[in-house]
């Protein structure tokens, strides 16, 4: 994760109380950005994973200097255990549960590198309040 921040980059967390941003938290760094990130989540339960999803993004180019709006949602997912004597008559499809479990909005400014887009600024709104 930390290849895609510049090493002086920063990440901004906001939750967006009805239009109003409040600052979260604010990590500093390619390296503290690579933590946060490897060490924020608690771990998936068994059959489980989490799948961040982006939509809608909004690009704009000006030399080498871009922004992204962007919405997400994650999603929380864990497959069900098959029974010992296997699926109930009837079953089919998918067995599990798909929760979304957060949403808002990325945010970043974007350097380009040596002809590489990084990360100088990224800012993530949240629509819910977040407990770290």
């Given amino acids: 994760m930390t290849d895609i921040f510049l090493p002086e980059s920063k990440v901004d967390i906001f939750y967006n109380n009805a239009g109003t941003p409040e600052l979260l938290g604010e990590l500093v760094g390619s390296k503290a ?17 989490s799948h961040h999803t982006t939509h809608d993004p909004i690009i704009e180019v000006n ?15 864990v497959g069900a255990a098959k029974p010992e004597g296997g699926w109930p008559e009837g079953a089919h499809g998918a067995q599990g549960t798909i929760t979304p479990i957060e949403t808002g909005y990325y945010r970043p400014i974007l350097k380009k590198v040596d002809g590489r887009w990084m990360m100088a600024h990224h800012r993530v709104y949240l629509d819910l309040p977040m407990a770290f």
């Fill in 33 to 49: 950005i690579g933590a946060a990130v490897n060490t924020m989540m608690r771990p998936h339960p068994p059959r489980g994973w």
């Fill in 63 to 77: 030399g080498d200097t871009g922004t992204l709006d962007a919405q997400f949602v994650v999603f929380n997912v």
